[in-house]
């Protein structure tokens, strides 16, 4: 694994951990290189501008925090640099309670896009590959 792209992915990860966490909207938009696409079982959701991102994101921090859960970590399991600008990134992420202790789980796989000059990653298309259940 090239470990440049790993800390890349983990630096991005850990941003986009904080902006989910605190109910960052704007923060959270921001990690999206639009237009993206959001895929899973039951169909896909086409992401046109970031007042998308922030709706779907609306509320869930209040909903986890409501639950007990008051932090997330993002744990890379593996990151594959497909082209100099796509990496596709597996991540299992934790959702957290007061104690720092793992509750939940879920897992995702997104490709991201270094879409800005400086070449900053953005999600271009995520899947949710949580088990069910």
Do not use: K, N
Not at 55 to 72: K, S, T
């Amino acid at each position: 694994m090239d470990t440049t792209a790993h800390a890349e992915v983990e630096a991005f990860l850990g941003r986009y951990a904080e902006a989910l966490a605190t109910g960052d909207l704007p923060g959270v938009a921001a990690c999206y290189a639009l237009p993206a696409l959001v895929a899973g079982d039951d169909g896909a959701i086409p992401i046109a501008e970031a007042a998308q991102v922030e709706a779907a994101f609306a509320g869930a921090a209040d909903a986890y925090r409501a639950q007990g859960l008051v932090g997330i970590r993002a744990e890379l399991r593996a990151v594959d640099e497909l082209t100099p600008t796509l990496l596709l990134a597996d991540v299992r992420w934790a959702y957290l309670d007061q104690a720092g202790q793992a509750r939940r789980h879920s897992g995702y796989r997104y490709l991201l896009r270094r879409s800005t000059p400086e070449g900053r990653l953005g999600i271009q298309v995520v899947v949710d590959t949580t088990p069910p259940g």
